[in-house]
């Protein structure tokens, strides 16, 4: 039986993923699903100069918890067992770090919302920061 960790990295949740651990569960193949939402560093970008870091991660926050809930739903509906957490930090640290911390047995990411050069971005920060399969559904 498989830990699953599902990172959220972006606004668009991780449906895909998260039908993909649903699959897997009634399967049988899948124990436990570690659904991790990741917020990025407020103070990258344009959008910082113009706005307070507390104002910026606020924003963050709430469009993230849409995507999450979406993300929750379908794992409810499903009848899947599951924790989620939140983790500020870079993207492929903070998911390195908590397979790491979970010995999770392979991470669903869901690039169905990220373009190319992002999707190869992340899986290749990934690969090289960890032992653990990952797969990019979408």
């Not at 990411?109 to 990934?126: E, Q």
């Amino acid at each position: 039986m498989l830990r699953v960790l599902i990172p959220v990295i972006n606004k668009e949740g991780a449906l895909q993923a998260a039908r993909h651990a649903a699959f897997l569960f009634a399967e049988h193949c899948v124990s436990e699903v570690e659904l991790m939402e990741v917020l990025e560093p407020p103070d990258q970008g344009r959008a910082s100069a113009f706005h307070s870091r507390g104002t910026l991660r606020l924003q963050e926050k709430r469009a993230m918890l849409s995507a999450l809930n979406q993300t929750r739903a379908i794992l409810d509906d499903a009848g899947v067992p599951y924790h989620w957490s939140r983790v500020f930090g870079p993207v492929a640290g903070a998911i390195a770090a908590r397979v790491a911390e979970k010995h999770s047995d392979i991470v669903l990411v869901d690039a169905s919302h990220l373009g190319f050069l992002t999707r190869w971005w992340v899986l290749n920060k990934l690969w090289r920061s960890m032992q653990t399969p990952v797969t990019m559904v979408h």
